[in-house]
Nanobody, 117 residues
Framework: VQLQASGGGLVQAGGSLRLSCAASRSIFGFDAMGWYRQAPGKLRDLVASITSGGSTNYADSVKGRFTISRDNAKNMVFLQMNSLEPEDTAVYYC????????????WGQGTQVTVSS
C-alpha cells in the first residue's frame, strides 16, 4: 500500500490547515490510520489516530484543536488542524496499521507544516 500525504504549508499562528492522506488501495481490513509528526531534532510522535470503527485518539497537545476523520469509500484520512501554534511545526506523516500490528505497517512520504509566530 502506498500512502500519499498532502495539504501542508506555511501558516500564521492561529490559522488552519487540512492534511489529506490517500491510500493506493482499499483500506478495508486495516485497523487504524492516523498521523505522526516529527520536528527537527525530535522523535516522531503520534498526533492522532482513527480506527476502522471510528474511535479516535489524540495527543494531549492537540486535543480540542485537531480533528481526524476518514473516508473508507475513498481510502483517505484527514487531519483538520485549527488554532495552529508554532510548536505544531513539523513534518507530518500519515500511516496505516493492520489489525494484528502494534506499529504502523505503511507510511506516507510526509508533508511539511510550518507555523509562524
Amino acid at each position: 500500500v502506498q500512502l500519499q500525504a498532502s495539504g501542508g504549508g506555511l501558516v500564521q499562528a492561529g490559522g488552519s490547515l487540512r492534511l489529506s492522506c490517500a491510500a493506493s488501495r482499499s483500506i478495508f481490513g486495516f485497523d487504524a490510520m492516523g498521523w505522526y509528526r516529527q520536528a527537527p531534532g525530535k522523535l516522531r510522535d503520534l498526533v492522532a489516530s482513527i480506527t476502522s470503527g471510528g474511535s479516535t485518539n489524540y495527543a494531549d497537545s492537540v486535543k480540542g484543536r485537531f480533528t481526524i476523520s476518514r473516508d473508507n469509500a475513498k481510502n483517505m484520512v484527514f487531519l483538520q488542524m485549527n488554532s495552529l501554534e508554532p510548536e505544531d511545526t513539523a513534518v507530518y506523516y500519515c500511516y496505516l496499521r493492520g489489525v494484528a500490528s502494534v506499529a504502523p505497517n505503511y507510511w506516507g512520504q510526509g508533508t511539511q507544516v510550518t507555523v509562524s509566530s
